[in-house]
C-alpha cells in the first residue's frame, strides 16, 4: 500500500522547510501520537526498522542466559536474542493458534531463564493471560513480537497492554508500515527512557553518554510515510476482509484445508491470511505451492523452515523434532494466500478456483460454490 504522491510529497514539503531530518523531528512526534489510536496507551518508541525495535528491548528489559521463544517465526526472533548473547530456547507452540504453548513454555524454564519472547503469529495472540501467570510465577520478563499485530485486541484490550513490552513491525509489507520501521510499546516509563537512550548511543545530553547503544532512530522521511497511511488503515483492513470472507466461503470444504479461523474488523490485524494442507487433500503443500506459481499464484510457505533448523540453531537440544512436534507438522502445512487490499474479490475468487482445480481436479473456470 502506498499513498498518493501527491500528499507524501506535502509531508516532503514540510520536512524540507523544517530542514529536520531526523532525531524525533516534528513528523516523528506526530506520528507517535497518532499511533496510540492502533497500539494503545502505553508509551511508544519508534525505530528504523522492528528488528533494531526489539534488539533494543530485549537489552532496555536487561534479558541474559536463556529466553524461551517460539520456532515457529521469523529469523528476526531468535536472532535478536542470539546477537545478544542469550541461548534462544524453543518451546513447541500451540496447535490452533500456533503460538507459543504455554506449557511447554513452563517445561523449558531453568535457573539460567530470564524471559519469554513470545510471537503474536499472523496477528493471533497468544495466550497472553496464561503466560502472565508463568511469568509472575518464575519471575520473568515478557517480551512480545508483535510484527504481525497491528491493531489486534483481546479481551478488549490493546495487545500490546500485555507484557512488559511488544514490538510491531512497520515494514514495507506490512498492514501499516513505513516503508522501514518499527515500534515497541510498554506500559513502563522507564523502559521506555531505557529504549530511548539506547536507539540514540546511548548519548544522554551533548556530554554524557550512559550506555553502549545503537542508532536505531526513525527518521521524518519514514515518519512522513507513516502519516499518511495511518488514516488508510480501516479501509484497508476492510477491504482484507472482505477478501477472507471469499477465501472462506470457498475454501472452507475443501478436503484437506483448513481455512483460518473466522476475522473481526475490529479485533484482528488481517495481516495475513493462512491455510493448512495435510495429507487429507491428496496433494502436499509443497505441491500445491509450486502448482499455484504456475497460474502467477505467489503464495508463501511462511514459516517454513523452522527457524531451529537453521544452521546457527540445528544442534541445539531443544531443536529437536521431538520437542518441537506440532511446529513441525504445522510449519510443513502452512500457506499464505495472497491478501492485499488492491487484490480485490474477483481475484480472490480466481485464486479459489485455480486451488480447488490442485486439489479436487476438473477445470480452472468453473466456480464450485462452498
Same mark, same amino acid.
Given at each position: 500500500?502506498?499513498?498518493?504522491?501527491?500528499? !507524501?510529497?506535502?509531508?516532503?514539503?514540510?520536512?524540507?522547510?523544517?530542514?529536520?531530518?531526523?532525531?524525533?523531528?516534528?513528523?516523528?512526534?506526530?506520528?507517535?501520537?497518532?499511533?496510540?489510536?492502533?497500539?494503545?496507551?502505553?508509551?511508544?518508541?519508534?525505530?528504523?526498522?522492528?528488528?533494531?525495535?526489539?534488539? =533494543?528491548?530485549?537489552?532496555?528489559?536487561?534479558?541474559?542466559?536463556? +529466553?524461551?521463544?517460539?520456532?515457529?517465526? !521469523?529469523?528476526?526472533?531468535?536472532?535478536?536474542?542470539?546477537?545478544?548473547?542469550?541461548?534462544?530456547?524453543?518451546?513447541?507452540?500451540?496447535?490452533?493458534?500456533? =503460538?507459543?504453548?504455554?506449557? #511447554?513454555?513452563?517445561?523449558?524454564?531453568?535457573?539460567?531463564?530470564?524471559? /519469554?519472547?513470545?510471537?503474536? +503469529?499472523?496477528?493471533?495472540?497468544?495466550?497472553?493471560?496464561?503466560?502472565?501467570?508463568?511469568?509472575?510465577?518464575?519471575?520473568? *520478563?515478557?517480551?512480545?513480537?508483535?510484527?504481525?499485530? @497491528?491493531?489486534?485486541?483481546?479481551?478488549?484490550?490493546?495487545?500490546?497492554?500485555?507484557?512488559?513490552? =511488544?514490538? @510491531?513491525?512497520?515494514?514495507?509489507?506490512?498492514?501499516?508500515?513505513?516503508?522501514?520501521?518499527?515500534?515497541?510499546?510498554?506500559?513502563?516509563?522507564?523502559?521506555? #527512557?531505557?529504549?530511548?537512550?539506547?536507539?540514540?548511543?546511548? /548519548?544522554?545530553?551533548?556530554?554524557?553518554?550512559?550506555?553502549?547503544? /545503537?542508532?536505531? *532512530?526513525?527518521?521524518?522521511?519514514?515518519?512522513?510515510?507513516?502519516?499518511?497511511?495511518?488514516?488508510?488503515?480501516?479501509?484497508?483492513?476492510? *477491504?482484507?476482509?472482505?477478501?477472507?470472507?471469499?477465501?472462506?466461503?470457498?475454501?472452507?470444504?475443501?478436503?484437506?484445508?483448513?481455512?483460518?479461523?473466522?476475522?473481526?474488523?475490529?479485533?484482528?490485524?488481517?495481516?495475513?491470511?493462512?491455510?493448512?494442507?495435510?495429507?487429507?487433500?491428496?496433494?502436499?503443500?509443497?505441491?500445491?505451492?509450486?502448482?499455484? *506459481?504456475?497460474?502467477?499464484?505467489?503464495?508463501?510457505?511462511? @514459516?517454513?523452515?523452522?527457524?531451529?533448523?537453521?544452521?546457527?540453531? #540445528?544442534?541445539?537440544?531443544?531443536?529437536?523434532?521431538?520437542?518441537?512436534? +506440532?511446529?513441525?507438522?504445522?510449519?510443513?502445512?502452512?500457506?499464505?494466500?495472497? @491478501?492485499?487490499?488492491?487484490?480485490?474479490?474477483?481475484?480472490?475468487? #480466481?485464486?479459489?478456483?485455480?486451488?480447488?482445480?490442485?486439489?479436487?481436479?476438473?477445470? +480452472?473456470?468453473?466456480?464450485?460454490?462452498?
Amino acid at each position: 500500500m502506498l499513498p498518493e504522491l501527491a500528499v !507524501f510529497t506535502k509531508h516532503l514539503e514540510a520536512i524540507w522547510q523544517s530542514a529536520v531530518l531526523s532525531n524525533g523531528g516534528p513528523q516523528h512526534v506526530e506520528l507517535e501520537k497518532r499511533l496510540h489510536a492502533h497500539l494503545g496507551d502505553g508509551h511508544i518508541a519508534l525505530f528504523n526498522n522492528g528488528t533494531n525495535a526489539l534488539m =533494543t528491548a530485549v537489552k532496555a528489559l536487561d534479558l541474559s542466559g536463556e +529466553v524461551i521463544t517460539t520456532p515457529f517465526t !521469523f529469523a528476526a526472533t531468535p536472532h535478536v536474542l542470539a546477537w545478544h548473547g542469550i541461548r534462544p530456547v524453543f518451546a513447541d507452540i500451540e496447535e490452533h493458534s500456533m =503460538t507459543l504453548d504455554p506449557a #511447554r513454555i513452563e517445561t523449558a524454564i531453568t535457573e539460567r531463564t530470564t524471559g /519469554i519472547l513470545a510471537v503474536h +503469529v499472523y496477528g493471533n495472540p497468544c495466550d497472553v493471560e496464561a503466560i502472565e501467570r508463568i511469568a509472575r510465577k518464575h519471575h520473568l *520478563k515478557v517480551l512480545y513480537d508483535g510484527a504481525h499485530a @497491528f491493531g489486534t485486541r483481546v479481551n478488549g484490550r490493546a495487545i500490546a497492554s500485555y507484557g512488559d513490552a =511488544t514490538m @510491531f513491525s512497520f515494514h514495507a509489507t506490512k498492514l501499516f508500515h513505513t516503508a522501514e520501521g518499527g515500534a515497541v510499546v510498554t506500559n513502563d516509563g522507564d523502559v521506555k #527512557r531505557r529504549m530511548e537512550l539506547l536507539k540514540n548511543f546511548g /548519548i544522554a545530553d551533548e556530554l554524557t553518554v550512559k550506555a553502549v547503544g /545503537i542508532n536505531s *532512530k526513525m527518521n521524518e522521511i519514514q515518519a512522513a510515510m507513516g502519516l499518511c497511511l495511518v488514516d488508510a488503515v480501516a479501509a484497508e483492513k476492510a *477491504k482484507r476482509l472482505d477478501l477472507a470472507h471469499v477465501y472462506q466461503d470457498h475454501l472452507g470444504n475443501l478436503p484437506g484445508v483448513t481455512v483460518s479461523r473466522s476475522l473481526d474488523l475490529n479485533v484482528d490485524s488481517l495481516q495475513y491470511y493462512c491455510l493448512r494442507i495435510d495429507r487429507a487433500a491428496g496433494v502436499s503443500r509443497d505441491e500445491v505451492y509450486d502448482r499455484l *506459481k504456475h497460474y502467477n499464484v505467489f503464495a508463501r510457505r511462511y @514459516f517454513y523452515p523452522l527457524c531451529s533448523q537453521y544452521e546457527p540453531y #540445528r544442534h541445539f537440544p531443544d531443536s529437536g523434532v521431538d520437542n518441537l512436534p +506440532v511446529a513441525n507438522r504445522v510449519g510443513d502445512q502452512v500457506l499464505c494466500l495472497p @491478501f492485499y487490499g488492491e487484490l480485490g474479490t474477483a481475484d480472490a475468487e #480466481r485464486i479459489c478456483q485455480i486451488l480447488r482445480h490442485i486439489v479436487l481436479g476438473g477445470a +480452472v473456470g468453473a466456480m464450485h460454490a462452498a
